[in-house]
C-alpha cells in the first residue's frame, strides 16, 4: 500500500470527485438515468475502461484503517438515536471486513457535514479529511450517495483515498432495513468499488447493470475488494484482479471481425486453476487462458477475444471463466452488427456525431428516427446507454420501452451529450425490441477546453396566459405567441380567456429549470407540464403520452420539503380533476386553489402548502 505521507502533497492536482448513488427502489427510468457516477481521470490516466469495478484510475484505496465520524444534525426520527446509526454502520463494516483484508473505526460524532471542504489559498476548495456520514436531500431518484478523493501517488501501488463522505436522505429513508441495505452498497463505493458490469450483485448499477434489492455480499463483490485490500487475514485464496470486467467491441459490419487481448493475473496470494472457459453467443470465440491453466500469485496468461457476428443485431454476451469456486468469473461482452435483413428496426441516422462541445456544457440535442421496417407491429423493450462513456449522454423523447412502432411506423428519440473530460467520448445507445430483435447506435462527441465564465444574462420574463373550454371543462395553459393567437382567433373553437395570467421565462435563466409538456391523447385530450424527475417518471410510465417539449418555459422550483420558493419568485399550484378526461390547471392565487380543491380537484406539489413552480415576480 502506499505511504500515507503522500496523501497532502499535490493533492489538488491529483484530486477527483466521484459520485455515486443507489437508487430508490423504484423501476429504472430508460433515458432518464441519474448520472450518479462521474469520475474525472486525473492527469497521466489513460482514460481506458479497463478497470470498472474500481472508481479511480489509476486505482485508489485507503493506505491504512479507514476513520468515519457520524453527524446526526437532520437525521429523520426513525434514527434520531445515534447509537442506532452506528451500530448499524458497524454490522456493515463488519460484512465488508469479513470478505477482505479493510480496517474501518468509529471516530465519534462530528459537527463538520458532508461534502465540506476547506479553503486553500493557492489551490481552492479542499476535501476536510474528515470522512462524515450524515443526512441531507438527495437529487430526485436516489436516496444515498458517496463522494470521495484520491491523493496523489508517488508511482507504483495503488494511489491513497484521502477523504470520503457518506450522504443519506432524511424523507427518502424510511426502514431500517433499507438504511442498512443502502449503507452496504454505499460503503462498497466508499471503499473505492464502482458498480459492477453484472446484474444480480449488491454493487450492480449503472451503465452496464441495473440497481436491484440484493442486501448481502455476493462472490462479485468480495472480490472486488479483495483485489484492493486482499483476502482477509489468515485466509488464503487466489483472485484474477485484472480480468477486464468489460469488453467493449462497438458495432461492426456482419461477417467482419476483430480481437481484443487482454491478462488474466492472479493478484492473490493463492494459485488459481482454470476449470473452463466458455463464450456466448456465439459470435464470439477465446483463445489462450484455457482449462487446465494455473495462474499462480503474481503471474497471469493472455486470452484473446474474438468478434465475428454473423447476423445482425445486439451481440452482447459474457466470457465465463469457472475456477471451481461457487461463482464463476464473467466479463461483459458489449457489441453489436449491422447489414442483415434481419433487422426491421433502423435508425436514422445511423449514428450520432456531436463534434467539439466544451466540457461541462451540454450540446444541443440531436434527433434520431426509429423505423419498423418489418411487416408487422414491434414493441420496443429495453434502450440502454451503454460503453465507456455512457454517463455523458443522455436520451428523451417518445421512443420509450413498451411503445408499439406500427408496421411502416416510428417514433423518435432526442439525444444529449455533455463531456465529462477533453479528448474522444462515446457509447452505444442499444434498443432490443420485446421479440428479442435488436440494435445499437453509436455516439460520439469530443470534449473540448471549457468554456469562459460569463455573467449571467438578465431576461424578461414573458406572459403565460390560461384558456379554458366550456364543452369539455378543461383548462389549458400556454405562452408561446402563435398558440395564444390561434386560440384568440378562435381557429381552435371553444376556448376563451379566463384572465388569469403569470410570469416564466422562455430561455433558460439562472435560478430556473426547463419545463416539459406532453399532450394526453383521447380520452384526455389534455396538456401536462412538469419539471425533471416528474417529467422523465412521465415519459416512463404513460408511454402513450406523446413529449410536445422538454423546455416549453422556465420557471424554479420550490424546496422539495418545504415548498418554499426561491427569493424573487411567487409560488405556482396545481390541481387535478382526478376524471378518466385527465385535466389540470395552474395559477398563482392560493385562494383559488383552495376553490378548485372544494370542487373535488386535488391540490399536488411541494411542502404543506402543495407548491409545484415558482413563477418570476
Request: glycine share 10%.
Amino acid at each position: 500500500m502506499p505511504a500515507t505521507s503522500s496523501c497532502r502533497r499535490g493533492l489538488s492536482a491529483a484530486i477527483v470527485a466521484i459520485a455515486l448513488a443507489a437508487c430508490l427502489g423504484v423501476p429504472a427510468v430508460a433515458g432518464a438515468q441519474q448520472h450518479d457516477v462521474a469520475v474525472a481521470a486525473p492527469p497521466g490516466a489513460s482514460g481506458e475502461d479497463a478497470k470498472f469495478r474500481f472508481l479511480f484510475d489509476p486505482i485508489a484505496a485507503w493506505p491504512a484503517t479507514v476513520l468515519w465520524n457520524y453527524n446526526a444534525s437532520g437525521a429523520p426520527a426513525l434514527f434520531s438515536n445515534a447509537s442506532t446509526v452506528t451500530s448499524q454502520m458497524q454490522q456493515v463494516i463488519a460484512t465488508w471486513t469479513s470478505v477482505c483484508n479493510i480496517h474501518a473505526a468509529y471516530a465519534g460524532p462530528t459537527s463538520f457535514a458532508p461534502e465540506n471542504t476547506v479553503g486553500d489559498g493557492e489551490n481552492g476548495p479542499q476535501p476536510d479529511l474528515v470522512n462524515v456520514l450524515g443526512w441531507k436531500s438527495t437529487p430526485a431518484g436516489i436516496s444515498g450517495y458517496t463522494v470521495g478523493y484520491p491523493g496523489f501517488s508517488d508511482g507504483g501501488g495503488f494511489a491513497p483515498i484521502v477523504d470520503a463522505d457518506i450522504v443519506i436522505d432524511p424523507v427518502k429513508v424510511t426502514t431500517s432495513d433499507f438504511f442498512s441495505r443502502l449503507l452496504l452498497h454505499e460503503f462498497g463505493h466508499l471503499l473505492g468499488i464502482n458498480h459492477s458490469q453484472l446484474n444480480g450483485t449488491l454493487m450492480s448499477g449503472p451503465p452496464y447493470s441495473d440497481y436491484n434489492a440484493v442486501g448481502t455480499l455476493t462472490p462479485d463483490d468480495a472480490r472486488a475488494c479483495q483485489c484492493l485490500y486482499g483476502p482477509p487475514p489468515g485466509v488464503s485464496a487466489g483472485t484474477l484482479c485484472s480480468t477486464p470486467p468489460v469488453l467493449d467491441f462497438g458495432s461492426q459490419p456482419t461477417g467482419s471481425s476483430s480481437q481484443k487481448t487482454f491478462q488474466v493475473g492472479n493478484s492473490g496470494n493463492a494459485s488459481v486453476t482454470i476449470a473452463s472457459v466458455s463464450a456466448t453467443p456465439g459470435a464470439y470465440q477465446t483463445s489462450g487462458c484455457g482449462a487446465g491453466t494455473t495462474v499462480g500469485p503474481g503471474a497471469s496468461c493472455t486470452m484473446q477475444v474474438t468478434f465475428a457476428p454473423a447476423t445482425a443485431g445486439d451481440q452482447s454476451g459474457f466470457v465465463t471463466i469457472e475456477t471451481g469456486e461457487s461463482s464463476p468469473y464473467r466479463i461483459k461482452l458489449v457489441g453489436a452488427s449491422t447489414g442483415s435483413p434481419q433487422a426491421t428496426l433502423a435508425s436514422n441516422p445511423g449514428s450520432v456525431e456531436f463534434g467539439l462541445i466544451p466540457i461541462q456544457t451540454s450540446a444541443s440535442t440531436q434527433r434520431i428516427k426509429l423505423n419498423n421496417k418489418g411487416a408487422s407491429s414491434l414493441t420496443l423493450g429495453t434502450l440502454q446507454f451503454q460503453g465507456a462513456q455512457a454517463n455523458e449522454f443522455s436520451r428523451s423523447g417518445v421512443c420509450n420501452p413498451g411503445v408499439v412502432i406500427e408496421a411502416g411506423g416510428n417514433c423518435t428519440a432526442d439525444i444529449g451529450f455533455r463531456p465529462a473530460a477533453t479528448g474522444s467520448r462515446g457509447t452505444q445507445l442499444f434498443i432490443s425490441t420485446t421479440d428479442g430483435r435488436s440494435i445499437s447506435v453509436p455516439l460520439k462527441g469530443t470534449g473540448d477546453a471549457p468554456l469562459p465564465s460569463k455573467e449571467p444574462v438578465v431576461a424578461q420574463p414573458g406572459t403565460v396566459v390560461e384558456f379554458y373550454r366550456e364543452e369539455s371543462d378543461h383548462y389549458f395553459m400556454t405562452m408561446a405567441p402563435d398558440e395564444v393567437a390561434a386560440l384568440d382567433s378562435g381557429l381552435f373553437p371553444g376556448w376563451v380567456r379566463t384572465g388569469r395570467t403569470f410570469k416564466a421565462h422562455s430561455v433558460s435563466q439562472p435560478g430556473y429549470a426547463p419545463i416539459c409538456r406532453f399532450y394526453l391523447p383521447h380520452p384526455a385530450d389534455s396538456h401536462f407540464y412538469a419539471s425533471n424527475p416528474e417529467c422523465s417518471q412521465v415519459a416512463a410510465y404513460y408511454t402513450w403520452f406523446i413529449l410536445e417539449s422538454t423546455s416549453v418555459m422556465h420557471l424554479a422550483l420550490p424546496n422539495p420539503i418545504s415548498g418554499a420558493c426561491p427569493a424573487g419568485t411567487v409560488p405556482i399550484y396545481r390541481v387535478w380533476n382526478r376524471r378518466p378526461d385527465t385535466n389540470h390547471r395552474y395559477m398563482t392565487d392560493v385562494a383559488l386553489r383552495d376553490e378548485m380543491v372544494a370542487k373535488g380537484y386535488i391540490a399536488e406539489g411541494s411542502g404543506p402548502n402543495h407548491v409545484m413552480f415558482c413563477g418570476p415576480a
